[in-house]
């Protein structure tokens, strides 16, 4: 009975452990991913090691994203000449609301659409916005949830320890 339990307790601590693998998670490497942008190309992460990203998933019915887009492609202006970028990965599987919002907003960073929720499913997202800022080597080093007023200052003050590494 002792030798069954214990097979039973490393059984469900492995199942355990292995699902911990799948989860996102800091100082793990952001899972690379390829999505199509507004400007008719595909985009893949991996091209972009060497750049401090901040990842923006977003949504055009999600009021957070919309007042948080115009702030993002502030910060994106201002630090890209330093090694910077965001990307905005829309959510939806319709397209045609995003690149209004994205063109009522002005902006210029580049959004990818996440039309079959695989990317989303990878960076295992539960809210929105859900932002994911990766360093220059491609690893996760800040996840937030969500959006108020205010919540720039946290990523400008990462993003700046970040690119002066």
């Known amino acids: 009975m ?3 339990l214990s097979l039973l307790v490393a059984g469900l601590l492995l199942a355990w452990q292995s699902n911990l693998a799948w989860a996102v998670g800091l100082d793990q490497v952001a899972p690379d991913f390829t999505l199509h942008s507004l400007s008719g190309e595909n985009l893949r992460l991996q091209e972009f090691r060497g750049k401090v990203v901040l990842i923006n998933f977003w949504a ?3 009021g957070p994203c919309r007042q948080e ?3 993002l492609d502030r910060i994106h202006k201002r630090y890209e ?3 910077f970028t965001v990307l905005g990965v829309n959510v939806e599987s319709e397209q045609d609301k995003a690149r209004k919002i994205a063109d009522r907003l002005g902006v ?3 959004l990818l659409f996440d039309t079959g929720q695989q990317v989303s499913e990878d960076y295992d997202l539960k809210s929105m916005p859900y932002t994911v800022l990766v360093d220059r080597d491609g690893k996760i080093r ?3 949830h969500g959006y108020k007023p205010g919540d720039e200052n946290k990523y400008i003050n990462r993003l700046k320890a970040l690119l002066r590494r």
């Open 142 to 144: 800040y996840i937030h």
């Open 108 to 110: 210029s960073f580049p």
């Open 2 to 4: 002792k030798n069954k």
């Open 81 to 83: 000449p330093a090694g």
């Open 60 to 62: 055009s019915w999600c």
């Open 69 to 71: 887009m115009p702030i």
